[in-house]
């Protein structure tokens, strides 16, 4: 199961960062007994391809087999992704043979629901699931990109949050989660990115903190050996 040392409080409930090799982009909500991902974008590479930049086709392949290790390393009975699940709305019909075989095993071993994000917002439900735009989960917004001004808990992706840190004097970028909070006790959580092929934003980017208000506090939740770390990225002025 995963460490409790990788748990941390959300909006009087718990969360679990979910340690990896590659590192830890998926989350575990134990109350739910639900998986959450954020950004696979399967077919990147096949998308590229299609315009000339030619990129090795096996990021689907990997990307699924992620969320498999993740699955089995929670117990997780339910997976909701935050959409861009697939590069653009025709990934799922580029699908290599084995990775299509992969992704429908997955869906069909757990209860699989699908948020649609702006990669991806005409993606057919053929590789199984259930296709919504967003979901309220006991009390919780589950949707693509933040919403400015929303004041219910919510989690979502699309930003591909990184946060800078430095260990034994190596300046290391690694995949984090941002989680905002306000004097009330509420809060929202921008996962990171968890396909194999995506990049990232600075955790601290405006574009970022501007989406989490309103807030008190913004900080970058990253695990450090067997820790998880907590990197303060915005204060309300005082």
């Given at each position: 199961m995963v460490p409790v040392s990788f748990a941390f409080p959300f909006c009087d409930d718990e969360f679990v960062l979910v340690p990896q090799q590659g590192g830890a982009r998926a989350m575990f909500w134990p109350r739910e007994n639900a998986?959450?991902?954020?950004?696979?974008?399967?077919?990147?590479?096949?998308?590229?391809?299609?315009?000339?930049?030619?990129?090795?086709?096996?990021?689907?392949?990997?990307?699924?087999?992620?969320?498999?290790?993740?699955?089995?390393?929670?117990?997780?009975?339910?997976?909701?992704?935050?959409?861009?699940?697939?590069?653009?709305?025709?990934?799922?019909?580029?699908?290599?043979?084995?990775?299509?075989?992969?992704?429908?095993?997955?869906?069909?071993?757990?209860?699989?629901?699908w948020i649609t994000g702006n990669h991806d917002p005409a993606m057919e439900?053929?590789?199984?699931?259930?296709?919504?735009?967003?979901?309220?989960?006991?009390?919780?917004?589950?949707?693509?990109?933040?919403?400015?001004?929303?004041?219910r808990p919510e989690l979502s992706g699309h930003f591909h949050p990184k946060v800078q840190v430095e260990i034994r004097k190596r300046r290391i970028r690694r995949a984090c989660a941002v989680v905002s909070s306000r004097k009330d006790g509420a809060g929202r959580m921008i996962l990171p990115a968890f396909g194999a092929l995506t990049g990232g934003m600075n955790a601290a980017d405006p574009a970022i903190l501007k989406a989490l208000q309103p807030a008190s506090a913004v900080d970058a939740l990253v695990p450090a050996g067997k820790k998880l770390a907590r990197f303060p990225l915005w204060r309300e002025a005082a």
């Open positions: 998986l959450l991902v954020a950004d696979l974008h399967l077919e990147k590479a096949s998308f590229y391809a299609r315009h000339g930049q030619m990129l090795p086709p096996y990021d689907s392949r990997e990307t699924l087999e992620r969320v498999a290790d993740a699955i089995r390393i929670t117990g997780a009975r339910r997976l909701y992704t935050l959409g861009d699940n697939f590069h653009d709305s025709d990934g799922s019909q580029r699908l290599e043979e084995h990775a299509a075989g992969m992704l429908s095993a997955l869906t069909r071993a757990v209860d699989w629901v439900t053929k590789s199984g699931g259930t296709v919504v735009e967003e979901l309220e989960v006991g009390g919780t917004v589950l949707r693509h990109i933040a919403k400015p001004g929303e004041t």
